[in-house]
Each structure stands twice: as C-alpha cells, then as structure tokens.
C-alpha cells in the first residue's frame, strides 16, 4: 500500500546543534503528524498540520520545536537547538482526512550526543 | 480520549485463533475504537476500526460489546509475522477541518510461537 517516507532513518547531532526531519507523506493525504518514541516507552504525540497550520500540540513540543510543509515538498520536524532529551525515535504519518486511518513511517532514530 | 486497559502481554502459537481484549468502560457515544500494531524498528500499522458493529477485514475481526464498554481484536491463524504490540485506542470524530490525534498506550504485547 501507499507509504510514509521519512529521511534519514538514522541522525547522530552534536547536542545544540539544529537538525531537520524529514517526511514525504502519503501523496493525497492532507493531514501530517509527528509522533515521538523514547526507547522502550510508549509513542508520545507531538503536532499535527493541516493546510498550513498547526492544529494541536502537546506539552513534549517546546518551543525549539517547528514543522511546516512547504508547497510539494517533505514535511519537516526541525528542532533547533537539539538537546540530550530529543534523543529518540520520531515517527511521522499522515491521513486523508481527520478521521481517517493514519499510515506511519519507519521513524527517525535520533541521537544527540 | 478516554482510557483502554489491555493485558501487558498474550502468548500464542502460530495457526492458533488469539483474542485480544480491551475494555473501555467509560466510552463516550462519539468515540472509535482503533487499533493499531507495531512491531520493533517499524512505525504503527492500522489493524482495524469501529463505532458500533462488529466489523472485519483482511487483517483482523474486530468484536464489540453491544454497551460498547469492551471490544476484543481476534487474530484468526496467527503467524510470526502478527508478532508485535497490539495498541486499543479510543478516538474522538473530530470536527470537520480539525486535527484528530490518536493517542498510544503501552499496548498488548503478543508473543507468538512456532
């Protein structure tokens, strides 16, 4: 079936550095999320996005945290500065629509040393 | 969203019928029932959804009591490959134009054998 792109599957970054993440969505669907996944524990949400905008947040997006999806291309995840605690693995997905299934990427393993 | 409760962890063996249940007590009358599966290294895969009515697709049938308190995912000729962590998840309809997140829990972690 249709898949989610993510690029790189792997990022080592200085700690303070800035990094970008990567996303080519399902080519339809409109709606883009970012998940975050810390070894062995659950999937935290962070955003979604939808026609420019970010709809909801929640509290582990902080303020060094950005997306945005310029026309036709990757949907991003930026985090500048990094820190030791972004280290994990970031999944994006997207979805057709609000309610529709969401179809997931492999992930982002992100380490900050 | 409301919360799930589901096992840590089920066992099975490969061609067997596995059920996997999760309880719901305090759904409300606008809220889905997904589930999702992820197995290590991968990102989460759509299973199955649903409201009301049982529902069943390639994957998986999905069972749900008729006061929508508890649902069981049922996984007929489990093999290897269904290996993974099964997550029950309550999902509110959102308005139209709005984002709709879903929200993980630690899951069910279902182990199967050869």
């Known amino acids: 079936g249709p898949k989610v792109l993510q690029i790189p599957s792997h990022q080592i970054i200085d700690m303070g550095q800035m990094v970008t993440l990567n996303c080519d969505p399902v080519s339809n669907h409109l709606y883009f999320y970012w998940y975050k996944q810390i070894l062995g524990q659950q999937m935290e949400f962070l955003v979604n996005?939808?026609?420019?905008?970010?709809?909801?947040k929640s509290k582990l997006f902080k303020d060094q945290f950005s997306v945005e999806r310029p026309d036709g291309s990757y949907f991003t995840l930026k985090i500048q500065p990094t820190a030791l605690e972004d280290s994990a693995v970031y999944f994006c997905a997207s979805s057709s629509t609000p309610n529709s299934d969401y179809t997931f990427g492999s992930g982002t393993r992100l380490l900050v040393i | 969203d409301a919360k799930t409760t589901q096992p840590d962890s089920m066992e099975s063996t490969e061609g067997e019928t596995v059920h996997l249940p999760c309880s719901h007590a305090?759904?409300?009358?606008?809220?889905?029932i997904y589930w999702y599966r992820q197995v290590p290294l991968q990102g989460p895969e759509y299973v199955t959804h649903?409201?009301?009515q049982n529902t069943t697709n390639s994957m998986a049938f999905l069972a749900i009591a008729s006061d929508r308190k508890s649902s069981t995912l049922i996984l007929p000729h489990v093999s290897l490959r269904d290996a993974a962590v099964y997550h029950c998840?309550?999902?509110?309809?959102?308005?139209?134009?709005?984002?709709?997140?879903?929200?993980f829990g630690k899951g069910a972690k279902l182990t199967v054998s050869p």
């Open positions: 998840i309550l999902r509110v309809a959102p308005q139209q134009g709005t984002g709709s997140k879903l929200s």
């Open positions: 305090t759904i409300s009358g606008n809220e889905y």
């Open positions: 996005f939808y026609n420019g905008k970010v709809m909801e």
């Open positions: 649903g409201l009301q």
